[in-house]
């Protein structure tokens, strides 16, 4: 089991930046395309973008041209560069290995315990 460990949320204004890490323990991060999810309150968790192993990238429209995700597989973490937020960023953020299900990627391990993003002035 691959535990999982995200962090750099903070509270931020509109139009501010961030960026988070997710740092994966054991030695086979590098085998698995990795994912960042969101999750506002009183909303469902859902992928934000994801990065294979050989470094292709893919965004949910809400977030395309103002995150990029990246991976060290030296270090073992993912990263989410946040630009240009706006309020409605505001969510607790995971990451998590990816998997293909019958019809959508779906996440492999045990959530971690995720990292709080607030936009707001």
């Known amino acids: 089991q691959v535990q999982l460990v995200e962090s750099g949320g903070d509270l931020v204004q509109p139009g501010g930046s961030l960026r988070l890490s997710c740092a994966a323990s054991?030695?086979?991060?590098?085998?698995?395309?990795m994912g960042w999810y969101r999750q506002a309150p009183g909303k469902q968790r859902d992928l934000v973008a994801f990065?294979?192993?050989?470094?292709?990238?893919n965004y949910g429209d809400s977030v395309k041209g103002r995150f990029t995700i990246s991976r060290d597989n030296a270090k073992n973490t993912a990263y989410l560069q946040m630009n240009s937020l706006k309020p409605e960023d505001t969510a607790v953020y995971y990451c998590?290995?990816?998997?293909?299900?019958?019809?959508?990627?779906?996440?492999?391990?045990?959530w971690g315990q995720g990292t709080q993003v607030t936009v707001s002035s």
């Open positions: 998590n290995a990816l998997a293909w299900g019958s019809t959508n990627w779906v996440p492999r391990f045990d």
């Open positions: 054991g030695s086979i991060f590098g085998s698995f395309l």
């Open positions: 990065i294979t192993v050989a470094g292709t990238t």
